[in-house]
């Protein structure tokens, strides 16, 4: 039977894989799966004939009650409804919704003799408070004389106007269309059809109802479907741009029902509801009915998952660092709070500290800390009447995740085929965008790369720019869920893998083997390189081949990026891109990119590959002349309409910075030093508690004049500089109730990398100090991303018992098609975003009112790209704070050194020098046995011209064992050694952190 009435949603759900019937409707109120949901006494026969039911009503009932039939357990919440239903029949029938039991509250009532014909009936109805245990019922007793009753089309929903016509398929197809299946029919009432295996795209295969003008408000879609493959149901205009205003995508089964909300505020046409199946490897079969599209809906309030109340590290805790838990509760007193073990005993136990409403998370919370225990165990916290989620307390917790961040990377590489036997058949795909415009493949790119057409430039630019030449510019990393490649966002990510090779040359806890050759799942293992140097090389190429040629305007300059020509759906792999890709024009914030990680990649690839590190160090030279020659060319917002995002940033005093730093490191040369010392960035604050970010790169430049040795006059103030940034990031930490290094006020676009890169200051600030003030602070901070959070979710992949697992990405993309895998373990969610004019359709729908709380300003939905992104200079934030936090072990802060060191150098010469350590014992016990270890931050080399010790070079790092003769140093005694040394090619430097026996032996 065709659906008089179809009805509106109840509750707001998303599309996700597994989604609920609208509470506020009837269950099968179109009877298509006969008695399901429906109960019924008193008629002499009844009959569910899959379109209606019917039932005999016997004559001589005394009252309407004495006969009928309904449906228990509906969820009204207050708001206003509307009751319908078509029926027939010769006697009384009186319709209600009600209360079942209790007082019996009527809350809609329908008294009628509908007759021989089916006639249809609606009354509205309002509900202050939500209905007490309601129920829909057809009261047909008290007639004298038997009768035939017959109801259809039983709903109670919200009001509304419906936008579509014949979505029960009663009617045929018309005026759906469809197209790409193998066979179709609309025999039963319902749209079923064969997909075809094989089809790259959701939408090679769909069927759609065009031609839609929705006028502003809000819209409810609806709808039942079955199936075993991916299916992708939307509203969006059916044109470029493609904007979608609600998505579901759901692997339906056997069957259910789905429905989504949204808000349009303004008048939109050429709309269409589509429904997409295109994509899966296999074939299936299909099935759709009950099509609905109503508008004037009053849209329910969405309510995210959130989880126990009780809020802890789902991971664990180190031994020996802070342990703090968040309850979430409506108590203003202290509450009684247990730990508990995995056998069930309580260990530990205290009461709570109330620390009122938190404004991030609009919640009333109070404080647990369980910072005594430091017995090894799996345990959960248990307080006002709830139990948290698992967790461990132990030491090195994070050195999985310390592999898993930085292993993404891999995955995000383009221009190579990510192999199978790598990282697993699920993970594996073809090599994306390495064939050439004029080859005829599907795939255009990223050889031969034209540049902007000047029509399109002149749009984007103000005036006409584009270029004669092309770039053959494959490799590099993808951005993020997209296909583009960006020099700027590039070239933050690799200077945080730079940087967190770098630290395991300079910070006193690091350990260096953790991060050597063979650690990663990558192919260039067993070339003596470390692993994480590889992986920053293959975006180091990439950013030079995006040069400007010589000869050409804006010669020795780098494109600002390279992407599709309009945006792709997804999902889609690499390799089936057919948009057309241009290079930008350059900018001085790219070139200067290049610049810096350039310097700061020669010194680091120095001793692993000596030309190579040539290389970089001739185009750091090379593109800072170029920018001081273009100063500002800048990259405009409005290049990010078409394709990719704009990366636009019009102060790039802070690029000039960075580059000026990171050549000085290198090379020494005064020139970059006075640039340092000039630039007004140097006295300026570069650590603001909202963190440092791509368009902010003079907080990495002082981090590591801080940190790297160097010679550099002001020196000691950026030491200073880094120290005073981490002391205001942490008392913002300290304040915080969830723990986090990040004000209220900061939740923006990407704000858990935010998090990481305040992490990235306050373990730098510990490298430097040694004060538990800051590991403390990094370790807390950790426990949000981890779970510590209003929503109780980890926003790392894998990592927790709830996590985030659906990023908008377009090819680890799940979600929307089962043979696609999820984001790889160690992937970052972007997080809550409270920026509104960047919210995606997707989670806009959620909150229409923009109302959500900072922390809840989440959802972990695959078409939200505002909240749910995943970006590589968000997951190389991560590499950094893991590989920190690895390296602390039980997380106790260091204890104080019982050796020093003093290198020496007694002369120079060109091509070599003469060094002495001395080697002090500064503790309360004798050294028996001893190795002395350090990295040189450039390419200095140990001659065969040594004494005193058993020598070994590998890369930068030197050890020096001790013979029997020198093995045993008594407390205060000191021991020498020494050693001709070769200064390389680079200026020399002294090493200014050592280790003895792996403990760290500073310089005395």
Same mark, same amino acid.
């Given at each position: 039977m065709t659906r008089t009435t179809l009805a509106a949603i109840g509750a707001a759900v998303l599309g996700l894989v597994t989604l609920t019937p609208a509470s506020a409707d009837v269950t099968n109120g179109d009877f298509e799966a006969g008695e399901t949901g429906w109960f019924t006494y008193g008629f002499d026969s009844t009959e569910f004939d899959g379109t209606q039911f019917c039932g005999d009503v016997p004559g001589g009932t005394t009252n309407p009650w004495d006969v009928g039939m309904g449906q228990n357990d509906l969820t009204l919440p207050a708001g206003d409804y509307v009751f319908s239903f078509d029926a027939s029949g010769d006697g009384p029938v009186r319709a209600i919704?009600?209360?079942?039991?209790?007082?019996?509250?009527?809350?809609?009532?329908?008294?009628?003799?509908?007759?021989?014909?089916?006639?249809?009936?609606?009354?509205?109805?309002?509900?202050?408070?939500?209905?007490?245990?309601?129920?829909?019922?057809?009261?047909v007793g008290g007639a004298s004389s038997g009768f035939t009753f017959c109801v259809d089309n039983v709903s109670v929903s919200a009001p509304g106007t419906e936008f579509v016509t014949n979505g029960t398929f009663d009617d045929g197809l018309d005026p759906f269309a469809q197209y790409g299946f193998t066979s179709t029919t609309t025999a039963d009432g319902s749209f079923c059809a064969s997909v075809p295996a094989g089809t790259a795209n959701p939408w090679d295969v769909g069927i759609v109802y065009n031609d839609l003008v929705l006028p502003a408000g809000d819209y409810s879609l609806s709808f039942d479907a079955s199936g075993a493959g991916p299916v992708r149901a939307l509203v969006g205009v059916n044109g470029a741009p493609y904007t979608v205003y609600t998505e579901i995508n759901a692997v339906p089964g056997e069957g259910d029902s789905y429905q989504s909300s949204f808000t349009l505020d303004d008048e939109v046409g050429n709309l269409q509801i589509a429904f997409q199946v295109g994509?899966?490897?296999?074939?299936?079969?299909?099935?759709?009915?009950?099509?609905?599209?109503?508008?004037?809906?009053?849209?329910?309030?969405?309510?995210?998952?959130?989880?126990?109340?009780?809020?802890?590290?789902?991971?664990?805790?180190?031994?020996?660092?802070?342990?703090?838990?968040?309850?979430?509760?409506?108590?203003?007193?202290?509450?009684?709070?247990?730990?508990?073990?995995?056998?069930?005993?309580?260990?530990?136990?205290?009461?709570?500290?109330?620390?009122?409403?938190?404004?991030?998370?609009?919640?009333?919370?109070?404080?647990?800390?369980?910072?005594?225990?430091?017995?090894?165990?799996?345990?959960?916290?248990?307080?006002?009447?709830?139990?948290?989620?698992?967790?461990?307390?132990?030491?090195?917790?994070?050195?999985?995740?310390?592999l898993d961040a930085l292993n993404y990377f891999y995955l995000a590489r383009s221009g190579t085929p990510i192999e199978a036997s790598i990282v697993g058949d699920s993970y594996a795909r073809a090599a994306g965008h390495v064939s050439s415009p004029a080859d005829g493949a599907v795939n255009q790119g990223d050889l031969d790369v034209p540049c902007q057409p000047a029509a399109e430039s002149e749009a984007v630019y103000g005036v006409p720019w584009t270029c004669d030449y092309t770039l053959d510019v494959v490799g590099g990393w993808y951005d993020a869920g997209d296909h583009g490649k960006y020099v700027v966002n590039g070239g933050i990510a690799t200077a945080q893998l730079l940087g967190t090779f770098e630290r395991t040359k300079t910070a006193a806890s690091t350990d260096a083997g953790a991060l050597g050759d063979n650690t990663l799942n990558l192919p260039e293992h067993d070339n003596g390189v470390p692993d994480v140097l590889d992986e920053a090389r293959w975006e180091l190429e990439f950013m030079l081949s995006m040069q400007v040629p010589q000869g050409e305007q804006y010669a020795g300059m780098v494109h600002h990026k390279i992407h599709d020509y309009g945006w792709t759906g997804l999902p889609l792999l690499p390799v089936n891109?057919?948009?057309?890709?241009?290079?930008?024009?350059?900018?001085? #914030?790219?070139?200067?990119?290049? &610049? /810096?990680?350039?310097?700061?990649?020669?010194?680091?690839? =120095?001793?692993? $590959?000596? !030309? @190579?590190?040539?290389?970089?160090?001739?185009?750091?030279?090379?593109?800072?002349?170029?920018?001081?020659?273009?100063?500002?060319?800048?990259?405009?917002?409005?290049?990010?309409?078409?394709?990719?995002?704009?990366?636009?940033?019009?102060?790039?005093?802070?690029?000039?910075?960075?580059?000026?730093?990171?050549?000085?490191?290198?090379?020494?040369?005064?020139?970059?030093?006075?640039?340092?010392?000039?630039?007004?960035?140097?006295?300026?604050?570069?650590?603001?508690?909202?963190?440092?970010?791509?368009?902010?790169?003079?907080?990495?430049?002082?981090?590591?004049?801080?940190?790297?040795?160097?010679?550099?006059?002001?020196?000691?103030?950026?030491?200073?500089?880094?120290? #005073?940034?981490?002391?205001?990031? &942490? /008392?913002?930490?300290?304040?915080?109730?969830?723990?986090? =290094?990040?004000? $209220?006020? !900061? @939740?923006?676009?990407?704000s858990n990398s935010q998090v990481l890169n305040n992490i990235v200051v306050l373990g730098t600030a510990y490298d430097l100090t040694g004060a538990a003030t800051y590991l403390h602070a990094a370790v807390e901070s950790m426990d949000y991303l981890l779970g510590r959070n209003a929503l109780g979710r980890s926003y790392i992949t894998g990592w927790g018992d709830v996590y985030s697992q659906n990023q908008h990405s377009r090819w680890f993309a799940a979600q929307l098609n089962p043979d696609l895998p999820h984001p790889p373990a160690g992937s970052v969610a972007g997080g809550p975003n409270t920026d509104v004019g960047t919210w995606d359709p997707t989670f806009a729908n959620l909150y229409p009112d923009a109302d959500c709380a900072p922390q809840l300003c989440y959802v972990d939905h695959i078409q939200s790209w505002a909240t749910n992104e995943i970006t590589v200079n968000w997951n190389s934030a991560m590499s950094w704070a893991a590989s920190f936090l690895a390296d602390q072990d039980s997380g106790a802060a260091a204890a104080a050194p019982r050796c020093e060191v003093d290198y020496i150098v007694h002369g120079t010469w060109p091509g070599g020098y003469n060094t002495q350590i001395w080697i002090k014992n500064t503790g309360q016990s004798t050294i028996n046995g001893w190795e002395l270890s350090w990295a040189y931050p450039g390419d200095d080399e140990v001659t065969s011209q040594a004494w005193s010790a058993q020598w070994n070079q590998q890369g930068a790092t030197v050890t020096a064992e001790s013979y029997p003769w020198n093995a045993t140093i008594k407390p205060g005694k000191r021991t020498t050694l020494g050693f001709i040394g070769d200064p390389g090619a680079l200026r020399e430097e002294v090493p200014e952190q050592f280790w003895l026996n792996g403990q760290s032996c500073p310089v005395g």
């Amino acid at each position: 039977m065709t659906r008089t009435t179809l009805a509106a949603i109840g509750a707001a759900v998303l599309g996700l894989v597994t989604l609920t019937p609208a509470s506020a409707d009837v269950t099968n109120g179109d009877f298509e799966a006969g008695e399901t949901g429906w109960f019924t006494y008193g008629f002499d026969s009844t009959e569910f004939d899959g379109t209606q039911f019917c039932g005999d009503v016997p004559g001589g009932t005394t009252n309407p009650w004495d006969v009928g039939m309904g449906q228990n357990d509906l969820t009204l919440p207050a708001g206003d409804y509307v009751f319908s239903f078509d029926a027939s029949g010769d006697g009384p029938v009186r319709a209600i919704v009600a209360q079942n039991g209790g007082a019996y509250t009527v809350y809609s009532e329908v008294n009628a003799i509908p007759g021989d014909d089916m006639v249809h009936y609606e009354v509205g109805f309002t509900l202050d408070e939500a209905a007490t245990d309601p129920q829909v019922a057809f009261q047909v007793g008290g007639a004298s004389s038997g009768f035939t009753f017959c109801v259809d089309n039983v709903s109670v929903s919200a009001p509304g106007t419906e936008f579509v016509t014949n979505g029960t398929f009663d009617d045929g197809l018309d005026p759906f269309a469809q197209y790409g299946f193998t066979s179709t029919t609309t025999a039963d009432g319902s749209f079923c059809a064969s997909v075809p295996a094989g089809t790259a795209n959701p939408w090679d295969v769909g069927i759609v109802y065009n031609d839609l003008v929705l006028p502003a408000g809000d819209y409810s879609l609806s709808f039942d479907a079955s199936g075993a493959g991916p299916v992708r149901a939307l509203v969006g205009v059916n044109g470029a741009p493609y904007t979608v205003y609600t998505e579901i995508n759901a692997v339906p089964g056997e069957g259910d029902s789905y429905q989504s909300s949204f808000t349009l505020d303004d008048e939109v046409g050429n709309l269409q509801i589509a429904f997409q199946v295109g994509g899966a490897a296999d074939a299936w079969d299909f099935c759709v009915d009950n099509v609905s599209l109503v508008g004037g809906a009053e849209l329910p309030r969405y309510t995210p998952e959130v989880g126990s109340p009780i809020k802890v590290n789902q991971v664990g805790y180190l031994t020996d660092g802070p342990k703090n838990a968040t309850l979430v509760t409506d108590s203003t007193e202290p509450l009684d709070w247990s730990l508990v073990d995995d056998a069930g005993a309580t260990v530990a136990s205290g009461t709570t500290s109330p620390l009122g409403v938190d404004g991030s998370a609009g919640a009333n919370v109070h404080g647990i800390d369980f910072s005594s225990t430091t017995a090894p165990g799996t345990y959960t916290l248990q307080a006002d009447g709830e139990t948290s989620e698992q967790f461990v307390i132990g030491d090195d917790l994070y050195e999985q995740l310390r592999l898993d961040a930085l292993n993404y990377f891999y995955l995000a590489r383009s221009g190579t085929p990510i192999e199978a036997s790598i990282v697993g058949d699920s993970y594996a795909r073809a090599a994306g965008h390495v064939s050439s415009p004029a080859d005829g493949a599907v795939n255009q790119g990223d050889l031969d790369v034209p540049c902007q057409p000047a029509a399109e430039s002149e749009a984007v630019y103000g005036v006409p720019w584009t270029c004669d030449y092309t770039l053959d510019v494959v490799g590099g990393w993808y951005d993020a869920g997209d296909h583009g490649k960006y020099v700027v966002n590039g070239g933050i990510a690799t200077a945080q893998l730079l940087g967190t090779f770098e630290r395991t040359k300079t910070a006193a806890s690091t350990d260096a083997g953790a991060l050597g050759d063979n650690t990663l799942n990558l192919p260039e293992h067993d070339n003596g390189v470390p692993d994480v140097l590889d992986e920053a090389r293959w975006e180091l190429e990439f950013m030079l081949s995006m040069q400007v040629p010589q000869g050409e305007q804006y010669a020795g300059m780098v494109h600002h990026k390279i992407h599709d020509y309009g945006w792709t759906g997804l999902p889609l792999l690499p390799v089936n891109d057919a948009q057309t890709r241009y290079l930008h024009r350059p900018s001085t #914030a790219a070139t200067l990119n290049l &610049a /810096a990680t350039a310097a700061q990649g020669a010194r680091l690839f =120095a001793p692993y $590959d000596s !030309a @190579f590190a040539a290389e970089l160090l001739s185009a750091a030279k090379s593109t800072w002349n170029a920018a001081l020659a273009h100063p500002e060319v800048y990259a405009p917002a409005a290049d990010g309409n078409n394709g990719g995002g704009p990366y636009n940033d019009d102060d790039v005093s802070d690029e000039f910075y960075w580059a000026a730093a990171e050549l000085f490191i290198t090379t020494g040369d005064q020139q970059y030093a006075d640039f340092l010392l000039a630039s007004p960035v140097q006295e300026q604050d570069s650590f603001p508690v909202t963190a440092f970010s791509w368009d902010a790169m003079d907080a990495i430049a002082k981090m590591n004049l801080a940190t790297v040795p160097n010679a550099f006059s002001g020196r000691d103030d950026v030491v200073d500089q880094v120290v #005073a940034g981490a002391d205001a990031i &942490a /008392a913002v930490q300290q304040s915080q109730e969830f723990g986090l =290094a990040l004000p $209220d006020d !900061a @939740f923006v676009w990407g704000s858990n990398s935010q998090v990481l890169n305040n992490i990235v200051v306050l373990g730098t600030a510990y490298d430097l100090t040694g004060a538990a003030t800051y590991l403390h602070a990094a370790v807390e901070s950790m426990d949000y991303l981890l779970g510590r959070n209003a929503l109780g979710r980890s926003y790392i992949t894998g990592w927790g018992d709830v996590y985030s697992q659906n990023q908008h990405s377009r090819w680890f993309a799940a979600q929307l098609n089962p043979d696609l895998p999820h984001p790889p373990a160690g992937s970052v969610a972007g997080g809550p975003n409270t920026d509104v004019g960047t919210w995606d359709p997707t989670f806009a729908n959620l909150y229409p009112d923009a109302d959500c709380a900072p922390q809840l300003c989440y959802v972990d939905h695959i078409q939200s790209w505002a909240t749910n992104e995943i970006t590589v200079n968000w997951n190389s934030a991560m590499s950094w704070a893991a590989s920190f936090l690895a390296d602390q072990d039980s997380g106790a802060a260091a204890a104080a050194p019982r050796c020093e060191v003093d290198y020496i150098v007694h002369g120079t010469w060109p091509g070599g020098y003469n060094t002495q350590i001395w080697i002090k014992n500064t503790g309360q016990s004798t050294i028996n046995g001893w190795e002395l270890s350090w990295a040189y931050p450039g390419d200095d080399e140990v001659t065969s011209q040594a004494w005193s010790a058993q020598w070994n070079q590998q890369g930068a790092t030197v050890t020096a064992e001790s013979y029997p003769w020198n093995a045993t140093i008594k407390p205060g005694k000191r021991t020498t050694l020494g050693f001709i040394g070769d200064p390389g090619a680079l200026r020399e430097e002294v090493p200014e952190q050592f280790w003895l026996n792996g403990q760290s032996c500073p310089v005395g």
